[in-house]
């Protein structure tokens, strides 16, 4: 009964009691600390640092906690915190050919300069429940030995880079002038929506949402013949150059993940046919959210390639509008709010529709 | 639960108590400052659509963060502030909002419409008309009133530049060809100083009279849609209508259980499992006020 929702504040402080039982469980069993959490749901935490946009695995797990383990519960408690903290400036551009590799796979090529390195990967597991984690004391595997022979210290190039050597790549060259980027976390988003402001956006972007829109251009909505051109999962260097210092410093390693998917291109009248690019990059590993980025981050170039639009994944409105969790789970969760004076006034509307049309048929 | 119970009676003025880990009304200065100029230049421009740096608040997109950040720029230490939902105090949402502001400010909180500075609503126009010291704040789910007509916000956006809006004249056409009446009730579109077309958020279009010529500076944010806009003290607002087919509000052959107005918007509430129902004002300060007779009827 619509009257229950006026409840009021205790109904509210009783809800935060009965949620944090919830989230703490059963007293009995040990209550998760974060280093467990950070440690052993890695996945989780470097989803939430990605769509979160804040690189603290810390936060991360303490989001994950609070939120019992809802992922999106969890990024809004990192974007709320977010908000707030103030911008110290802009790091340079993260050089991602310098990447410490600890996975690096290219589907273009058998072999090449830096190798294939599978490095760890859920892919080629045999799904098969492990009962073994079910009673806990896991034996360990050698993991010194396998993290030794799985590391590449030194810098291997990027795969775009090698076919760019034969032109056969467009350019997508830095501008020297190293312009401030835009920031979609204090400035809103604007139609039309430059590329870098496109992947800020899908960078932040719903994973499932950029899964569905991604999958979407391989069952021929906006098809563009995708090669997962490399796919890298490492540590980078993030650098900061003061003003006042004149020469960068390091400020962190980072992990990241990174896609470039190579896609075919006809050519236009004025470009010779070769290879267009996507691209995608996560914090942490994701590679399911770089590959879904880095398509849909190429089928959005469709207009600048001169490509027909006809596929919501080459919509930079759709797309872009739609693929913020917090927005969409924001707004599609008020309808629990109350409608009452908005569905009264359409319930004398249908009310009245229904007595002309009795009216109507009784004349 | 008695539905007779649903009209607590109000609080007066409380003073409330501001919890220092945060800055006044959460909001840093800065991003006040820049929330402060997109409602000067709304104010400048009566109905437009003014883009701004909506920030992610610690509550959910859809749920108020826009009137939020708005009433965080205007508030100051001497405001008192009045919270609705669907047109009462006491609906969660309102009191959740309400004690977001009495912790990040410690302003003082009223239920009563004539004692506040600061109104923020959702979906209501307090029944007791405003005054020239009050402001209002709308939450606005979505400000672009052209949306279900044109998606596309780039072509929304030039519609709005050449003041096109042949568009919505023919849907209300088509409704009234359809049903013989404008098939809608709430949002209901309206022309802003002769110039901007402006959804007038979704309050139903029993309230859309109040708009016009209102002494109160009326302002509207928009959080996950990133837009405010506001209408300034005794600006002309127009809901839609065609000469033959005028605007008309709702009306009710009940009247309110509780208070006898049969002036006000009425909610329906079902008081039994045999289709029982009783009609009671939607805005409870009205109706306190009436049953208490500081209102003649």
């Known amino acids: ?363 | 639960m008695n539905p007779l119970d649903m009209q607590t009676s109000s609080i007066a003025v409380t003073p409330g108590t501001r919890d220092d880990g945060y800055n006044f009304a959460y909001l840093d200065e800065r991003t006040k400052r820049m929330i402060r100029r997109a409602i000067l230049k709304a104010v400048a421009i009566p109905g437009y659509q003014v883009a701004f740096g909506s920030r992610e608040m610690p509550l959910p997109y859809g749920w108020g963060t826009g009137g939020i950040q708005v009433t965080a720029a205007v508030i100051g230490p001497q405001d008192v502030l009045k919270v609705i939902d669907q047109g009462a105090d006491d609906t969660v949402n309102a009191v959740n909002i309400r004690r977001f502001f009495q912790r990040t400010t410690g302003v003082a909180v009223t239920e009563r419409t004539r004692e506040a500075t600061l109104i923020q609503t959702r979906h209501r126009i307090p029944e007791t008309p405003l005054a020239k010291h009050q402001i209002i704040v709308y939450q606005v789910p979505q400000p672009e009133p052209l949306q279900r007509l044109e998606p596309r916000a780039f072509e929304t956006r030039r519609m709005h530049g050449l003041a096109e809006y042949g568009l919505m004249h023919v849907k209300l056409y088509e409704d009234i060809a359809r049903f013989g009446h404008v098939a809608t009730t709430y949002d209901y579109p309206v022309m802003v100083n002769d110039r901007y077309l402006m959804a007038p958020s979704p309050i139903p279009k029993f309230d859309n009279p109040k708009m016009h010529m209102n002494p109160a500076l009326q302002l509207f944010g928009a959080g996950r849609e990133k837009r405010i806009y506001a209408i300034p003290p005794f600006t002309k607002v127009q809901s839609l209508a065609f000469d033959d087919h005028p605007f008309a509000v709702q009306k009710w052959s009940a009247s309110c259980e509780l208070c006898g107005a049969a002036d006000s918007f009425l909610d329906e509430v079902v008081v039994d499992d045999r289709g029982g129902r009783i009609h009671a004002c939607s805005d409870s300060d009205y109706c306190r006020e009436r049953r208490e007779g500081s209102v003649q009827p």
């Not at chain 1, 977010?82 to 993260?94: C, D, S």
């Not at chain 1, 829109?213 to 997962?228: D, K, L, V």
């Open chain 1, 1 to 363: 009964m619509y009257v229950a929702v006026k409840g009021g504040e205790r109904a509210i402080l009783g809800s935060y009691a009965l949620i944090g039982e919830q989230r703490r469980g059963d007293p009995g069993v040990p209550e998760l600390s974060l280093e467990q959490i950070k440690q052993q749901l890695r996945l989780a935490v470097d989803r939430v640092m990605t769509e979160g946009s804040v690189y603290d695995r810390d936060l991360a797990a303490l989001a994950l906690k609070q939120a019992s383990g809802d992922t999106v519960e969890a990024i809004f408690l990192l974007r709320a915190y977010r908000t707030t903290l103030p911008r110290f400036g802009y790091t340079r551009a993260v050089d991602t050919a310098g990447m410490r590799l600890w996975r690096r796979i290219s589907a273009t090529f058998k072999d090449l300069p830096g190798g294939q390195l599978l490095g760890p990967t859920y892919d080629y597991t045999q799904r098969l429940l492990d009962f073994s984690l079910e009673a806990g004391g896991e034996t360990l595997p050698p993991a010194a030995q396998a993290r030794a022979e799985a590391t590449v210290a030194e810098a291997v190039p990027r795969v775009v880079d090698l076919l760019d050597s034969e032109g056969l790549i467009e350019k997508s060259a830095m501008d020297p002038s190293d312009p401030e980027p835009a920031d979609l976390t204090r400035q809103p988003l604007d139609f039309p929506a430059s590329r870098e402001t496109r992947l800020q956006n899908l960078a932040r972007g719903d994973e499932g949402f950029l899964l569905a829109m991604g999958y979407s251009t391989q069952r021929g909505y906006a098809h563009s013949h995708p090669f997962a051109g490399e796919i890298r999962y490492g540590e980078v260097e993030v650098l900061i150059e003061p003003e006042e210092l004149g020469f960068p410093i390091s400020i962190a390693d980072i992990s990241v993940t990174e896609c470039q998917m190579v896609n075919q291109f006809a050519g236009s009248k004025t470009e010779p046919p070769k290879f267009t690019a996507g691209y995608g990059l996560t914090f942490g590993h994701c590679e399911r959210k770089a590959m879904a980025m880095a398509l849909v981050d190429r089928s959005l170039r469709a207009e600048e390639l001169g490509e027909r639009i006809e596929s919501p994944a080459q919509m930079p409105e759709f797309v872009l509008s739609h693929s913020d969790n917090l927005e969409a789970s924001g707004f599609v969760q008020h309808l629990k709010l109350p409608h009452y004076v908005d569905f009264q006034a359409e319930l004398e509307l249908v009310r009245k529709m229904r007595a002309e049309r009795a009216t109507d048929a009784a004349a």
